[in-house]
């Protein structure tokens, strides 16, 4: 299989049985039918000291000269990806060799969980951290520590008054985003998993004890951990096959002569964990039809823009709007009038409490952040939005 990334790799997976009689020119065979560069994945059931392995076996030594032959590169650690049963035992058997270009791009980790089997699930993922489809963190704003966020997030005179606004506005938003990472927790980068509707409460309860006990038997493999480990297996299955069943059933029943074929086939779908992946939608107007994002984007602004002119006032509104924009503003008079005046403590505070929480902007700091810092910070804060007020000159940002 050839997978496209910015360069074509060839990923071949192969088994190799453990008794059967595999000769060393067969492997190097194998090795020269490949496309270079290439990945050679796969349970080998060689044993060797060089990937985990308390031995080396015959199949290992011939896996050591191919790897040496070829100058290939092996990607995997010590962390063993095979567990035997009646010794109660762990081993290194599923190997990931790599042309020597791809070393440095990919990265060798093995799960935690056999899931009802005997082999470690391995991933194989690019080393430059990118990942597909990951959320982005939020904080969780209900398990905060707000007396330990108000205790760091402190913003001083020198922060706001003796530096250029943007160095001012880059100070500010780091402190108190310095105080949020500290004391309050954020929720995980890793993509939603869609759960199948027969997934209850009874599943993962069963489910987590067969995982706790899966723990106990890897740090002490013990025959009575294991007859613990087994018995809580086989009722977790046990537990999924009913579940199932009954969702089964209910879904059965639940299909009436009125029930719609897309209806069905929707629940069908849902059951064998298929959910239609979030696409853009198109847009239907009285003239065409749109279905890139960018013309989408484009016909909903002028929409906006439509409804929010002039032509959708009512005269009323548009006769206090005139007289309001007759009016001369003089902002070059020292005299303080309420459009050109200081801003105060109590409308800050007045504005904070009228926020809701809302998504933040691009800084990333929440209407949240600000209602909870001291009172001397939040009056630098003031200090701040004074300043940038009377001097004309906005953040960049």
């Given at each position: 299989m050839r997978a496209k990334q910015k360069n074509p790799v060839t990923v071949c997976c192969v088994y190799l049985p453990p008794h059967a009689h595999i000769r060393q020119e067969d492997l190097n065979i194998l090795v020269d039918q490949l496309p270079t560069p290439f990945l050679l994945l796969g349970d080998l059931n060689g044993h060797s000291t060089l990937w985990g392995n308390n031995d080396t076996n015959a199949r290992g030594r011939q896996i050591e000269r191919l790897i040496s032959d070829y100058c290939l590169c092996l990607l995997n650690n010590d962390e063993k990806t095979y567990f035997h049963g009646p010794?109660?035992?762990?081993?290194?058997?599923?190997?990931?060799?790599?042309?020597?270009?791809?070393?440095?791009?990919?990265?060798?980790?093995?799960?935690?969980?056999?899931?009802?089997?005997?082999?470690?699930?391995?991933?194989?993922?690019?080393?430059?951290?990118?990942?597909?489809?990951?959320?982005?963190?939020?904080?969780?704003?209900?398990?905060?520590?707000?007396?330990?966020?108000?205790?760091?997030?402190?913003?001083?005179?020198?922060?706001?008054?003796?530096?250029?606004?943007?160095?001012?506005?880059?100070?500010?938003?780091?402190?108190?985003?310095?105080?949020?990472?500290?004391?309050?927790?954020?929720?995980?980068?890793?993509?939603?998993?869609?759960?199948?509707?027969?997934?209850?409460?009874?599943?993962?309860?069963?489910?987590?004890?067969?995982?706790?006990?899966?723990?106990?038997?890897?740090r002490r493999p013990t025959t009575e951990n294991l007859i613990a480990f087994k018995k809580a297996r086989a009722l977790a299955r046990k537990v999924r096959r009913r579940s199932q069943r009954d969702s089964w059933v209910r879904f059965v029943s639940s299909i009436t002569t009125s029930t719609s074929s897309k209806q069905m086939w929707k629940k069908v779908k849902s059951a064998n964990g298929l959910y239609q992946e979030f696409i853009f939608p198109i847009l239907k107007t009285d003239s065409a039809t749109f279905s890139s994002p960018l013309e989408i984007a484009n016909c909903i602004g002028n929409s906006f823009a439509s409804i929010s002119s002039s032509d959708s006032y009512s005269s009323a509104f548009l006769l206090t709007k005139n007289r309001a924009e007759s009016t001369t503003l003089t902002f070059g008079t020292e005299q303080l009038l309420p459009y050109n005046s200081p801003f105060r403590m109590f409308e800050l505070k007045r504005a904070l409490s009228h926020s809701r929480n809302t998504s933040p902007g691009p800084d990333g700091i929440t209407y949240c952040m600000l209602r909870h810092l001291n009172e001397h910070s939040l009056s630098n804060i003031l200090r701040l939005f004074n300043r940038i007020w009377e001097e004309h000159l906005f953040p960049s940002k």
């Open positions: 010794s109660r035992t762990f081993h290194s058997l599923d190997l990931a060799i790599c042309s020597p270009s791809l070393m440095p791009q990919f990265t060798f980790t093995v799960g935690d969980n056999v899931h009802n089997r005997d082999h470690f699930p391995i991933f194989v993922s690019r080393a430059d951290g990118v990942s597909v489809a990951n959320r982005l963190p939020k904080y969780l704003f209900q398990r905060a520590d707000w007396s330990t966020f108000a205790r760091l997030a402190v913003i001083t005179e020198n922060m706001v008054d003796t530096v250029a606004i943007d160095d001012a506005v880059r100070v500010v938003t780091e402190t108190i985003l310095g105080a949020a990472n500290a004391a309050i927790p954020q929720s995980s980068t890793r993509p939603h998993r869609l759960r199948k509707p027969w997934w209850n409460e009874e599943c993962s309860v069963a489910y987590r004890r067969q995982r706790k006990l899966w723990g106990i038997f890897r």
